[in-house]
């Protein structure tokens, strides 16, 4: 079945970077979008960015442009982001998502969901 696993998660200083790496398997898909999504203690889970693996076309919310840089290594299967500028409010669980198109997963449509990994940033 498909799987998608991440990693990179852990404690961060405002300011600071982080990376987070999502590893998928499981599936064939020629074409295929792979996104970020957060979750924030008490708050709903919230789109963050999204690549497309046909074009690595790209969509980012608000909060992220200009501080996050998603990434996708096709021949892996997995996708990346680049966190820089963190701040407190990017203290969450990110997860990692499959879908068919951009629109989809921006939408919280994604096919598959990895389990997520925390990142948390200290003051």
């Known amino acids: 079945q498909v799987q998608l696993v991440e990693s990179g998660g852990g404690l961060v200083q405002a300011g600071g970077s982080l990376r987070l790496s999502c590893v998928s398997s499981?599936?064939?898909?020629?074409?295929?979008?792979m996104g970020w999504f957060r979750q924030a203690p008490g708050k709903q889970r919230e789109f963050v960015a999204a690549?497309?693996?046909?074009?690595?076309?790209?969509s980012y919310a608000a909060s992220a442009k200009g501080r996050f840089v998603i990434a996708m290594d096709n021949a892996k299967n997995a996708v990346y982001l680049e966190m820089n500028s963190l701040t407190l409010e990017d203290t969450a669980v990110y997860s990692c998502?499959?879908?068919?198109?951009?629109?989809?997963?921006?939408?919280?449509?994604?096919?598959?969901w990895g389990r997520g990994t925390q990142v948390t940033v200290s003051s």
């Open positions: 998502a499959l879908g068919p198109t951009i629109g989809a997963v921006q939408r919280g449509g994604a096919s598959y």
């Open positions: 690549m497309s693996s046909s074009d690595f076309s790209t």
């Open positions: 499981g599936h064939s898909f020629r074409t295929f979008v």
